[in-house]
């Protein structure tokens, strides 16, 4: 009996260990290296998307009216959208992209982030839909201590 106990559970841990492998995220980083050098959240979207975003109500972007510290912005995302990718953007720090996730069939778009501003400006999230199409929304607020430089 010890022996079947045995074998099966190095059978499940075998499985187990190739499920991560299928799992895995598009690392946006290397696949398109320009989009974390773009200094304008058009130009990000432009070259990660190809395309242009329309605005949508689908697609909720909550922050805090004036953020106290920069260094930590509270930033909720949520949409009932069937989505591929759920981008985040902002217009003040040098490099315009924040954050890209990579959306498997079921999953719950309702993110909670904390990301850096170092001055006051918006924050900017694109949802692309599996219908090809990108949803946007954004967010302006007001920062009182810079994240980035102080």
Known sequence: MQ?????????????????????SAEDFRKSKPDVWKAKTVEDA???LYGKTATKSDAVKVTTPDVASNGGQIPVDIKTDIDAKTVAV?????????????????????????KMKMKKSGTITVVVEGKDGKLYSASKTLSVALGGCEG
Request: net charge positive; glycine share 4%; hydrophobic share 55%.
């Open 45 to 47: 979207i432009a070259k």
């Open 89 to 113: 953007f902002q217009d003040v720090n040098p490099e315009s992209a924040v954050i890209v996730y990579t959306i498997y069939p079921g999953a719950v778009i309702d993110y909670s982030i």
């Open 3 to 23: 022996r079947r106990k045995f074998l099966s559970l190095g059978a499940l841990a075998a499985a187990a260990a190739v499920v991560p492998a299928s799992l």
